[in-house]
């Protein structure tokens, strides 16, 4: 058998950026273009989807996050994986 590699992964890697991490549970509307009877119908219930990132913003209406970015060598950031979610739909807020 050959030996297996262990690979050593920083576990004290800090975040040098300026943004708070939270997991943010929240509901997004279902829909369905298909046919479907009352039983069916009566079944069907919100989606409750959980985002992980850092927030960018957040007011009275939204709540904007990321969960990858990209520092720039100026100090600047470039935000991938963004998602606003309506503050309304917002359930809960955990820091991470």
């Known amino acids: 058998?050959?030996?297996k590699r262990k690979i050593n992964i920083a576990q004290?890697?800090?975040d040098s950026i300026p943004f708070p991490k939270y997991r943010v549970?929240?509901?997004d509307c279902v829909s369905d273009s298909g046919w479907?009877?009352?039983t069916d119908?009566?079944?069907m219930k919100l989606a409750t989807p959980?985002?992980?990132?850092w927030i960018f913003s957040k007011d009275k209406d939204s709540v904007k996050m990321f969960a990858s970015y990209d520092?720039?060598?100026d100090g600047s950031f470039t935000f991938g994986d963004r998602?606003?979610?309506?503050?309304?739909?917002?359930?809960?807020m955990v820091k991470i």
């Open 83 to 92: 998602t606003m979610i309506p503050r309304a739909w917002v359930r809960k």
């Open 50 to 53: 959980v985002n992980e990132g």
């Open 12 to 14: 004290n890697i800090s």
């Open 36 to 38: 479907a009877n009352e």
């Open 71 to 73: 520092k720039e060598d």
């Open 41 to 43: 119908f009566k079944k």
């Open 25 to 27: 549970v929240w509901v």
């Open 1 to 3: 058998m050959p030996k």
